[in-house]
């Protein structure tokens, strides 16, 4: 018998970092071929399993930052360091990188969107001289809801940066929605160049009309949708929209075809 | 390969027949149905010939057989996941052409779509065979015809019942034994040409996203209650949830189910932190009725609806597939005038 793609396997927790009071990120020991912005469906037993995106990508360790706000990750927090992670994947389509590369980039990240994102940024960081550019908007809530502080503070040395909250101003963010900051990327200046939207739905489509009217065309625009899932393997049905399993054909999509992936 | 074979003798042809495989078929039971002195038709593990209701269609259709309401896939105790064993029993599966067509959809979802084959699905799926019951006539909610669903190539033994005898043709080699000492006869199946009903299905052209938000649907997020009976009871609804229970004695141990889930229901697209799509009835409808009739067809060419009509004929709100398609129609001729 073929191999049971649905089967769970166990992954040693060897570091949890709070970014947040209900955002952790949590580090597993796995040795896996994965790509940036693939998913893993996070399973535990007894309690079920959540479709969660990839935030970090190492030599033997893949990271998740989840946000505790259901059945399945309120459970995960009760899990300690030296602890299994049960999970399946990866899953799903990646940002293409290559296509990035020797172009400039920008990223439009709000909230929890900076997760899937997150290891492309840490790529571009490490290998700067692969870019020519990458400005980054990244937007929280308020001051309590930012993730990977440490992450951001070091971005600056390489990225062009735009972060922003909300409503609140404390110091090293603007004051407003990602939307509002679009315009400060010199568009026109770039040769060619590619634009990475993620987060809620709602700002994911009022940043890609923002950067429509900015001129950007839309080939180079690309997204991360979020949705139900329970297999994660093109069988159960939740994702589907429209013709268009998100846990086969996306998450990523290019927003050629995520503009016509109408709910 | 036909046989004639009086109806006193085919209870002889089922014990044999009983004797490798499970078998499955439309039952009257009395008095069971919903409302007072109605019968529920549905399926059930039949012995004799009296126990087949070949004139009525059941209330559910034969999926259950490869797509149990409730499946367990995994058992977990403690620190590890146990895949469910397969119990392995052949099954034979009294049914209609349209059904037949109906595990041709279901097999497109378990065994095409994705990067592999669904492993429970396909062990349940290689033990059916099929035992197809002439239907000529069909049913007033009937549109087989119209979505082309109305004849089959596919089955072990194709039956058809008169006062006195019964009629069958067999394909399946492995069969021919039991039919041995019957006597040959010409019988060859028919299928209905022409239902009640009749529909034209849109061209995949025709459909632009542009009709997503169309008035047509408005209609049904005030007649739809969101019960989900046209999921259940669809022979082609292919959607299930994950869910996890443990045991009482012990709670670490438990397992991991399937269970049927319906594009309809409350909470179908919910995610954790309670964010949801679709929260209008009549975008389900819309969801539905496009996946049954448009979207199924980009993907895998066929239309994921074979007309079978049970979709209406449990409806609280008697809605109509067929009037849907119909306004479907209607709104893009419209657009085409207006565009």
């Known amino acids: ?263 | 390969m036909s046989y004639r074979v009086k109806r006193s003798e085919f209870d002889d042809i089922l014990s044999k027949l009983q004797e490798d495989y499970k078998i499955y078929a439309p039952t009257r039971k009395k008095d069971k149905g919903t409302f007072s002195d109605t019968d529920l038709v549905l399926y059930d593990r039949v012995s004799s010939l009296e126990e087949i209701d070949f004139n009525s269609k059941t209330k559910y259709s034969p999926k259950e057989v490869v797509f149990p309401i409730t499946q367990t896939l995994f058992y977990f105790n403690g620190d590890e996941y146990i895949e469910a064993e397969d119990k392995g029993e052949k099954v034979l599966v009294f049914l209609r052409p349209c059904e037949v067509n109906a595990f041709k959809r279901l097999d497109k979802i378990f065994l095409e779509n994705g990067p592999q084959e669904d492993i429970y699905y396909k062990r349940l799926r290689e033990k059916v065979k099929f035992v197809v019951m002439e239907c000529t006539e069909g049913f007033d909610s009937c549109f087989c015809v119209s979505m082309g669903t109305n004849e089959t190539e596919d089955y072990s033994i194709f039956i058809k019942v008169s006062d006195e005898e019964v009629f069958c043709e067999i394909k399946d080699e492995k069969l021919t034994e039991v039919f041995a000492d019957q006597e040959s006869t010409d019988y060859t199946p028919e299928f209905i040409q022409e239902n009640k009903q009749q529909v034209e299905v849109p061209a995949l052209e025709d459909i632009t996203t542009d009709l997503f938000d169309s008035e047509i649907w408005k209609e049904y997020s005030k007649r739809c209650i969101g019960c989900g009976r046209c999921n259940t009871v669809c022979p082609t609804c292919s959607c299930w949830t994950m869910q996890d229970i443990s045991y009482q004695d012990n709670e670490n141990i438990g397992e991991r189910r399937r269970v049927w889930a319906g594009c309809h229901i409350d909470g179908y697209t919910e995610m954790a932190g309670g964010h949801d799509f679709r929260t209008t009835y009549g975008d389900r409808m819309r969801f539905k009725t496009l996946h049954k009739i448009y979207d199924f067809r980009k993907r895998f060419d066929i239309d994921m609806c074979v007309g079978c009509g049970r979709c209406e004929d449990v409806c609280p709100q008697y809605i109509s597939f067929v009037g849907a398609i119909k306004k479907l129609n209607q709104a893009i001729k419209e657009e085409k005038n207006n565009g």
Not at chain 1, 28 to 36: F, G, P, S, W
Not at chain 1, 148 to 162: A, C, Q, V
Not at chain 1, 169 to 195: C, L, M, Q, R
């Open chain 1, 1 to 263: 018998m073929s191999e049971n793609i649905s089967l769970p396997k166990p992954y040693k927790i060897t570091d949890i970092i709070k970014e947040t009071e209900i955002e952790y990120t949590f580090r597993v020991e796995a040795d896996l071929e994965v790509e940036h912005g693939q998913f893993f469906q996070i399973s535990l037993p007894k309690v079920g399993e959540a479709p969660i995106s990839i935030s970090g990508i190492g030599d033997n360790w893949l990271e998740f930052t989840i946000r505790k706000v259901g059945k399945v990750t309120n459970e995960v927090f009760e899990l300690e360091v030296g602890e299994n992670l049960f999970m399946r994947g990866p899953y799903g389509s990646s940002f293409p990188i290559n296509e990035y590369k020797d172009k400039d980039l920008v990223v439009i990240a709000g909230g929890t969107g900076v997760s899937p994102v997150r290891s492309t940024l840490k790529y571009f960081y490490e290998n700067s001289d692969s870019i020519k550019s990458l400005y980054l908007i990244a937007g929280f809530k308020d001051e309590d809801s930012i993730l990977f502080e440490e992450d951001l503070e070091k971005f600056k040395s390489e990225f062009n940066t735009i972060y922003t909250l909300d409503k609140e101003k404390i110091d090293g963010f603007e004051v407003g929605f990602v939307t509002d900051h679009i315009a400060k990327v010199p568009f026109d200046s770039f040769e060619n160049y590619n634009v990475i939207i993620v987060g809620p739905p709602v700002m994911m489509d009022a940043a890609a009309k923002e950067v429509l009217k900015n001129g950007v065309v839309e080939e180079k625009i690309w997204v991360s949708f979020e949705r139900k899932m329970s297999c994660a393997i093109g069988k159960c049905g939740h994702c589907k929209i429209d013709e268009t399993y998100v846990c086969l054909e996306g998450p990523v999509f290019n927003y050629t075809k995520a503009k016509d992936l109408l709910d």
